[in-house]
């Protein structure tokens, strides 16, 4: 084989190797893009979710405080009002984890079936749990809110929540 031919031959291994190593930075930087993504959605669930804890513990607080209270046996009967404060409470945290729900069902961390496994427990056909949510939606995302709204439409119009 004369000298041009090997130059040829080597150039043209030297050219393969050169796409194959941009082929392989190209694979590996796709998939460290994807890896940060996924590790700052999971910082942004736990950040998420220690928020909600430190909420519900301020809450818990605020209701075990015996000031607080007795303010409120005051105004109500006591029995009344520790029901209506559990009722209200219950309630509260029950869209509230909801809305932790739609938050990584948002973010893409859970399917849309997780998301309605999550919601399941919020008593949406009871009139005094719509009441409270029309009370305290604003309290949410406009996304959420229209998400919770649109299954409270479904079953008033088929008694099940869409996709049921």
């Given at each position: 084989?004369?000298r041009q031919q090997?130059?040829d031959?080597?150039?043209?291994?030297?050219?393969v190797?050169?796409?194959g190593?941009?082929?392989?930075?190209?694979?590996e930087s796709?998939n460290?893009t994807?890896?940060?993504?996924l590790?700052?959605?999971a910082?942004?669930?736990t950040?998420?979710?220690?928020?909600m804890?430190n909420?519900e513990e301020?809450?818990?607080?605020?209701i075990?405080?015996?000031h607080a209270?007795?303010?409120?046996?005051r105004?109500?009967?006591e029995?009344?009002?520790l029901?209506?404060?559990?009722e209200?409470?219950?309630?509260f945290?029950?869209?509230?984890h909801?809305?932790?729900?739609y938050f990584m069902?948002e973010?893409?961390?859970i399917?849309e079936?997780?998301l309605?496994?999550?919601?399941?427990?919020?008593?949406?056909t009871s009139?005094r749990s719509?009441?409270?949510?029309?009370?305290?939606?604003?309290?949410?995302?406009?996304?959420y809110?229209?998400?919770i709204?649109?299954m409270i439409?479904?079953?008033?119009a088929d008694?099940?929540?869409a996709?049921d």
């Open positions: 084989m004369a090997w130059k031959i080597f150039e043209g291994i030297g050219f190797a050169i796409i190593s941009l082929i392989f930075v190209g694979i796709r460290s994807r890896q940060a993504a590790t700052t959605q910082l942004e669930i950040a998420y979710q220690e928020l804890t909420i301020l809450n818990t607080l605020a075990q405080n015996e209270a007795s303010i409120l046996a105004v109500w009967d029995t009344e009002v029901e209506i404060l559990g209200r409470r219950a309630l945290l029950m869209f509230r909801g809305d932790m729900a069902y973010r893409g961390a399917s079936d997780r309605r496994s999550a919601l399941r427990p919020i008593p949406l009139q719509r009441d409270f949510w029309n009370q305290y939606k604003n309290s949410f995302t406009t996304e809110q229209n998400y709204d649109n439409a479904s079953i008033a008694g099940r929540p996709g």
